[in-house]
């Protein structure tokens, strides 16, 4: 390295500033881990930049750093770089400025995240926004980003590096994994099922049906499609045994629902005038404060599954809901659809309704041949009890 007495100088004051971290530690690690590695990545990026010290200087800093504190994890080659890669993607001018907006019509709706919201209500003047780039990057980077980011583990920010490429995704994720308490694995696996893609997707009427803070809520629920991977049926599944199946797996269907969902019951009975009808599955959504039907089809949409939808809509209106309850909604679920046929079917319906796609996984055709037929095995008992 061309400026050693640079280097020691400026690794003194590094030195200082992580003992002064450790202390800080005891009482909020994360935050103060965080705020660390943050402060790491912003000043190996400003030597590399400014002082022109090249990539080996980040090798010979983690060998100083794990000698002087060896008590310290993360101080490995791999993890400076995470942590200047970390700096860099969170700190892109272009993508800030969007972002600035994004957070102040999107908060976090969570009581627990105060911290985070109070740090985004710095913002509610919208004014921000018209002052010069620069001074909007500043108080981005000073007071927002930074409150979010240190609300999720280092091993949350790492995955997120590794499987992201933009800003705005990645901020999602965040958000998601604060308001939701989502553990890494879990993380994980939304993000390989897509769910930024999927998130508020649905084909649905609730900007005609309810006031606008709960449609936006309820539109942010639904998905399109819904991913049904924890379940391997065969590919003519039929909806009882769809239904018994997601009920089945009741932890990982609740978490593809999202949170807030509390199930009621499957085949919940209605009792209009002389009949008995029975809806698919009945939930509860604890922050919209309405029931919330869901009917199963295994096969394309067609119009006729709105009407039936929304006579059980208006048969739990009538007969389950109570004064302090919102209005019922109802969420279609079909093998496939066609967006434009479905707006069609929607538009003139005056009941809120969201339809969405679901995909799950096929019982393999080796593992299909292999299971018995089952009316020849019904053919088989029957003919064993009559020779009984």
Known sequence: MKDRQAYKQWFSELKARIKQSQIKAAISVNTEMIMLYWDLGRQIVDKQQNAKWGSGFIEQLSKDLKEEFPEINGLSRSNLFAMKKFYLFYNQNDIIVQQVVGLLENKIASNKNQFVQQAVGQFENKSIVSQNSAQVVQNFEHNVLPSLLMMIPWGHHTLILRKIKNVEEAIFYIKETIANNWSRAVLQMQIESKLYERQ???????????????????????????????????????????????????????????????????????????????????????????????????????????????????????????????????????????????????????????VSEYTYKELPEDIKKALPDMDALKNKLNKLENEE
């Open 200 to 354: 508020g997707k649905s084909v649905n009427n609730f900007a005609l049906t309810m006031p606008e803070t709960e449609s936006d809520l309820a539109n942010q629920l639904l998905k399109d499609p819904y991913n049904f991977e924890f379940l391997t049926l065969e590919k003519q599944v039929k909806e009882n045994e769809l239904e018994k199946q997601l009920v089945g797996h009741i932890t990982q269907f609740l978490l593809e629902l999202s949170k807030g969902f509390a199930y009621l019951g499957r085949q919940f009975p209605i009792k209009v005038g002389k009949k008995e009808y029975r809806t698919d599955l009945l939930f509860y959504h604890i922050h919209l404060h309405a029931y919330i039907i869901i009917e199963l089809k295994t096969k394309e949409f067609e119009p006729e599954f709105i009407g039936k939808l929304g006579f059980y809509i208006t048969a739990i209106n009538e007969l389950i809901k109570t004064p302090h309850d919102n209005p019922t909604i109802g969420i279609l679920l079909c093998k496939e659809k066609d967006n434009f046929e479905v707006e069609f079917a929607l538009k003139d319906v005056n009941k809120p309704i969201g």
